[in-house]
């Protein structure tokens, strides 16, 4: 199946519009690399970082995290990499820490939360990346940001290393951008402040859906209960889109439903430019993506949110009918 989509995995994602979408991979192994090429992903979006440390029985030192991180800036070249710092705690727990009893893990003490109260890997983990770029452009975001003064205290961190690290005469990246992921829906609603301060926005759908209905990701019972093309999370996705526009912040979608088609062309209808998503779906993305007319789609989006419907899903898969 993946062969209908070689012929355009070297064309861009434009739609009939003449709207360019940017689609990157998500990866956090080595072994995602090769996807770079094959994929035709312009970067990627997501760098799971803490696959790294979740493979191995003890904690990973820094001369080892800076070689893994170099070896996935040099696989991806001139393409951006977005290394996200560590997300764990929730369902990811490492074994070689102390395992926090938590009645509601998803809710709990997990990523940037631990990396602020705890601060001693995530700066082991800030410098193994500037030593990995060596002088070289450096994206980087911190998961599960909900409030602003959150996302102030880790790019201090941020800062911090980098001066420890020109101290040191180590070279200091000649890019740097600091971006948060968007899942909780507080952030939605940060002050202004926040996002013209903020590099660029990811929104972590993932996590961001399942705040947002109060349904747990992991739960079987609730999880599909409710439609990523509600018409209450889209609307809510174009405010986020909105407030973006109006700050020049970069925003892209980086949960598992920007590489799902439909969906996808639903992100795209509403301003979303950026959609990041493992390296098969890019594809059958940019398949119908080529397919679309935006400006068409959204009126379809807003017809049938204006028209009562609960979801949109019916009214888009008319509309997308031969497309797909
Ligand atoms: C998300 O929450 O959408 C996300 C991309 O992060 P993760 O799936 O790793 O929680
Ligand atoms: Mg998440």
Same mark, same amino acid.
């Given at each position: 199946?993946? !062969?209908?989509?070689?012929?355009?995995?070297?064309?861009?994602?434009?739609?009939?519009?003449?709207?360019?979408?940017?689609?990157?991979?998500?990866?956090?192994?080595?072994?995602?690399?090769?996807?770079?090429?094959?994929?035709?992903?312009?970067?990627?979006?997501?760098?799971?970082?803490?696959?790294?440390?979740?493979?191995?029985?003890?904690?990973?030192?820094?001369?080892?995290?800076?070689?893994?991180?170099?070896?996935?800036?040099?696989?991806?070249?001139?393409?951006?990499?977005?290394?996200?710092?560590?997300?764990?705690?929730?369902?990811?727990?490492?074994?070689?820490?102390?395992?926090?009893?938590?009645?509601?893990?998803?809710?709990?003490?997990?990523?940037?939360?631990?990396?602020?109260?705890?601060?001693?890997?995530?700066?082991?983990?800030?410098?193994?990346?500037?030593?990995?770029?060596?002088?070289?452009?450096?994206?980087?975001?911190?998961?599960?940001?909900?409030?602003?003064?959150?996302?102030?205290?880790?790019?201090?961190?941020?800062?911090?290393?980098?001066?420890?690290?020109?101290?040191?005469?180590?070279?200091?990246?000649?890019?740097?951008?600091?971006?948060?992921?968007?899942?909780?829906?507080?952030?939605?609603?940060?002050?202004?402040?926040?996002?013209?301060?903020? !590099?660029?926005?990811?929104?972590?759908?993932?996590?961001?859906?399942?705040?947002?209905?109060?349904? !747990?990701?992991?739960?079987?019972?609730?999880?599909?209960?409710?439609?990523?093309?509600?018409?209450?999370?889209?609307?809510?996705?174009?405010?986020?889109?909105?407030?973006?526009?109006?700050?020049?912040?970069?925003?892209?979608?980086?949960?598992?439903?920007?590489?799902?088609?439909?969906?996808?062309?639903?992100?795209?209808?509403?301003?979303?430019?950026?959609?990041?998503?493992?390296?098969?779906?890019?594809?059958?993305?940019?398949?119908?993506?080529?397919?679309?007319?935006?400006?068409?789609?959204?009126?379809?989006?807003?017809?049938?949110?204006?028209?009562?419907?609960?979801?949109?899903?019916?009214?888009?898969?008319?509309?997308?009918?031969?497309?797909?």
């Amino acid at each position: 199946a993946q !062969d209908r989509y070689v012929s355009i995995r070297d064309k861009p994602a434009e739609t009939l519009c003449g709207t360019r979408i940017h689609l990157t991979m998500n990866a956090g192994l080595m072994a995602d690399l090769p996807s770079l090429e094959s994929s035709g992903a312009e970067g990627v979006g997501l760098f799971r970082t803490e696959l790294q440390f979740l493979v191995r029985s003890r904690m990973p030192r820094r001369a080892e995290l800076s070689e893994i991180y170099a070896q996935v800036m040099n696989a991806a070249g001139d393409k951006r990499v977005i290394f996200r710092t560590l997300d764990i705690g929730s369902d990811k727990v490492l074994p070689y820490m102390t395992a926090t009893d938590e009645p509601n893990p998803a809710m709990g003490w997990r990523a940037i939360r631990v990396g602020l109260d705890k601060p001693g890997v995530m700066r082991m983990q800030l410098q193994a990346l500037i030593r990995a770029a060596a002088g070289r452009p450096l994206s980087v975001m911190f998961p599960f940001v909900a409030q602003r003064e959150e996302f102030r205290s880790a790019r201090a961190e941020m800062e911090k290393a980098l001066e420890r690290e020109r101290i040191l005469g180590h070279p200091i990246p000649s890019k740097l951008e600091v971006g948060a992921m968007l899942e909780t829906p507080s952030l939605a609603f940060a002050p202004h402040r926040f996002y013209q301060e903020v !590099d660029f926005l990811s929104i972590g759908g993932n996590d961001l859906k399942q705040f947002f209905f109060a349904a !747990d990701r992991e739960n079987e019972r609730v999880r599909r209960r409710y439609d990523t093309l509600n018409v209450s999370f889209l609307s809510f996705l174009e405010n986020i889109v909105a407030r973006c526009d109006a700050t020049r912040t970069p925003l892209s979608f980086c949960g598992e439903d920007a590489g799902r088609p439909v969906e996808a062309a639903c992100f795209a209808a509403i301003g979303l430019r950026g959609l990041s998503m493992r390296p098969a779906s890019i594809g059958p993305v940019k398949s119908i993506l080529r397919r679309i007319d935006l400006v068409d789609l959204r009126t379809v989006i807003h017809e049938a949110r204006d028209e009562g419907h609960q979801s949109v899903r019916q009214m888009v898969m008319k509309y997308l009918k031969g497309k797909l």
